[in-house]
């Protein structure tokens, strides 16, 4: 037994205890939005019909549509949505910088869309646990060969952590339940023995576990003499043993936990969409199966029968016979003897009016109204008018994306930079250009909302040439001079993404014109010359004719 794996065993029992209200939530937010995820506080088979409680699927479709537009918004595949670049604006803007810059980018973008580092389908599930519960974990890490990267989707249900005194998650503690078989392979000399024993007779029995990531201050590891001490502990528990089958010392916190609207006093966010939305998404569920059930009485009414007059069971499907007794029918009609229930389907559209309200309750609820772009008839509105309701739209938008920026998509790329430069994957370090030497690697994000205000600087620029600054040249070309040309090209160009290959060299534009003034110049003076040889030209044919008309005189 270790007592350094007792002790956090002990630690992570207590905060599941403590966080079991939540899960409650979580698995009521997961019935009636998630239905994929409803295992929190239940057990279920791989057979299992998830969605068999529900009467209608709008607000599990509302809940996707808002998981998706993460990805297709914020990180679309067809555009290279982050880049990297250096903290001097002045030095970023270099030539050379920015095309080493871009490659690294490159390199950066091939490892993260590796198909073995599963990029897509972790960050998929880790939008919708993020879209319902307002939480998510995702774990990024080397692969086992350590010639990768490796993403991975946790459940909250296995995952709880514990923040710092500036509030960051900086402890993670996760179950982790694998096979004997799988945990043996994976560790075969430091198992225990009941372990190894299970993995030759009972090889799918799962063996409890605990992996935890934290401050290497939090725990003493036997980790030998190293060159230098790490920030960071990662921990792999045999639970029931209490033996510890991994402990390495690593320079960044593995885990990404993104948080939406946080809760005073808790370390567990709150979705905004899902905790508005759910009282709706139970109500729709209710209207919903009263409207069928409705639907299917009006269509298919209950019958009501004198049972002293029949003679064998009612049949009411098609083509079924009913016998009937006429003599113990007495004086009453054959419709009386078995008649349908009278009911009311005039009140079924009133019905219809509220789930349809309920459906746009829902549909702003789960941002739908904002992650939809605004109805745009560019052939009766102007450029002006068109770029203004692109910018209302960006601002509506704005709150519903900037945590998945800031919570998200940033740790995550800054996490996945960390674990590549260590790795040397952008090359050895003697092929940084000197002039980037000392310098700060920060990230830049590109996303269709984003093109979007980048692009406005290309239209402001043409804006800006068409209606003021080419008319006003018409009446002083001095004026002209009011604005610096090239340095508002270059932004508008750089705006449109155009790649670093592409610009030309700084100081090409003053080159140019210096070029185009001496040409000019050059040309001026042949055409002064030219002038002033039809000029003599013209003296001496004067002088000419002069001569001759004196001669005729004489």
């Not at 510890?244 to 993104?258: N, Y």
């Not at 994000?445 to 018409?474: W, Y």
Request: aromatic share 8%; glycine share 6%.
């Amino acid at each position: 037994m270790d007592t350094r794996a007792s002790e956090h065993v002990k630690i992570a029992e207590q905060l599941f205890t403590k966080r079991q209200p939540v899960d409650s939530l979580w698995q009521v937010i997961a019935e009636n939005f998630y239905v994929e995820r409803a295992d929190f506080t239940t057990d279920r088979s791989s057979g299992e019909e998830f969605a068999e409680h529900l009467f209608g699927s709008f607000p599990v479709l509302a809940r996707r549509e808002l998981g998706d537009a993460y990805s297709a918004n914020l990180r679309p595949r067809a555009l290279t949505w982050f880049t990297q670049h250096t903290s001097d604006e002045e030095l970023d803007k270099d030539r050379e910088v920015r095309a080493y810059l871009e490659y690294r980018s490159k390199v950066h973008w091939r490892a993260v869309y590796d198909p073995a580092s599963q990029f897509v389908g972790a960050t998929k599930s880790t939008d919708h646990d993020f879209a319902a519960f307002g939480n998510a974990v995702l774990e990024v890490s080397p692969n086992r060969n350590l010639d990768g990267l490796l993403h991975r989707c946790r459940h909250l249900r296995d995952c709880a952590w514990l923040e710092n005194a500036d509030g960051a998650v900086d402890t993670l503690y996760m179950k982790w339940n694998p096979t004997a078989r799988q945990l043996a392979q994976q560790y075969p000399t430091k198992v225990s023995t009941e372990t190894l024993k299970a993995a030759k007779d009972a090889p799918s029995d799962e063996i409890p576990c605990l992996v935890m990531s934290l401050p290497r201050r939090s725990y003493e590891g036997n980790f030998g003499a190293t060159r230098r001490e790490f920030p960071w502990t990662y921990v792999v528990v045999e639970k029931e043993a209490e033996t510890v089958l991994e402990e390495i010392q690593e320079d960044w916190f593995r885990f990404v936990v993104p948080r939406s609207h946080r809760v005073t006093g808790s370390v567990y966010a709150r979705s905004p969409a899902a905790e508005i939305a759910l009282p709706d998404g139970k109500t729709f569920q209710v209207v919903t199966r009263t409207i069928r059930e409705a639907g299917e009485m009006a269509v298919n009414p209950p019958m009501i029968s004198f049972t002293d007059a029949l003679r064998s069971d009612a049949e009411l499907y098609p083509g079924g016979m009913t016998s009937a007794d006429l003599d113990a029918a007495g004086d009453r009609n054959l419709d009386d003897i078995m008649a349908p229930v009278v009911s009311n389907p005039g009140a079924m559209p009133i019905g219809l009016e509220i789930l349809q309200a309920l459906k746009e309750d829902l549909s702003s609820a789960w941002f739908l109204d904002k992650i939809r772009l605004p109805d745009i008839d560019s052939k009766v509105m102007t450029a002006y008018e068109f770029q203004k309701r692109l910018e209302q739209y960006i601002r509506q938008s704005a709150p519903m994306y900037e945590p998945v920026l800031d919570e998200y998509n940033s740790p995550m790329v800054e996490l996945q930079y960390r674990i590549l430069s260590q790795f040397k994957a952008f090359g050895p370090d003697s092929a940084i250009p000197e002039i980037l030497s000392g310098q700060q690697v920060e990230f830049k994000f590109r996303s269709p909302l984003t093109d979007i205000q980048d692009q406005a600087k290309a239209g402001m620029f043409t804006d800006m040439m068409e209606r003021l600054l080419v008319p006003a040249a018409q009446i002083d070309p001095a004026l002209m001079a009011t604005v610096d040309v090239p340095e508002a090209l270059r932004d508008s160009v750089q705006g449109l993404g155009v790649p670093a290959t592409w610009m030309g060299k700084e100081g090409a534009v003053e080159a140019a014109q210096a070029a185009m003034a001496e040409q000019q110049k050059m040309q001026a003076g042949i055409e002064a010359l030219g002038q002033g040889g039809e000029a003599a030209q013209s003296v001496g044919a004067g002088a000419m004719a002069i001569e001759e008309a004196m001669g005729d005189a004489a």
